[in-house]
Nanobody
């Protein structure tokens, strides 16, 4: 089992920044690719970003490319999502997820956090 706990969400004005954190426990963190997903009200959950085991590879949804940066610190069992130039359409609950060994842009992750709310006001 891997337990994931997100933090760092909140209310921010358009154009502002937030950094989300997700702390993992329970298994060897460096054996898991990590992903960030989000779900806006009335919409399906969607892929945001993913990062490989060592952090050497990343991928992003087109909607966040150039504004969001995913990173990880395996010594702290933590993955981050730095969100800059936030837009009202970024408002959603953000989830981190863990997947054994291989990254994915789909929701086929084995473990999920409880989510953290991000609200961007116009």
């Amino acid at each position: 089992q891997v337990q994931l706990v997100e933090s760092g969400g909140g209310l921010v004005q358009a154009g502002g920044s937030l950094r989300l954190s997700c702390v993992a426990s329970g298994r060897t963190f460096s054996n898991y690719a990590m992903g960030w997903f989000r779900q806006a009200p009335g919409k399906e959950r969607e892929f945001v970003a993913t990062i490989t085991l060592t952090g050497g590879g990343t991928a992003y949804a087109d909607s966040v490319k150039g504004r969001f940066t995913v990173s990880r610190d395996n010594t702290k069992n933590t993955v981050y999502l730095q969100m800059n130039s936030l837009k009202p359409e970024d408002t959603a609950v953000y989830y981190c997820a863990a997947r054994k060994l291989v990254v994915s842009l789909k929701e086929d992750y084995e473990y999920w956090g409880q989510g953290t709310q991000v609200t961007v006001s116009s």
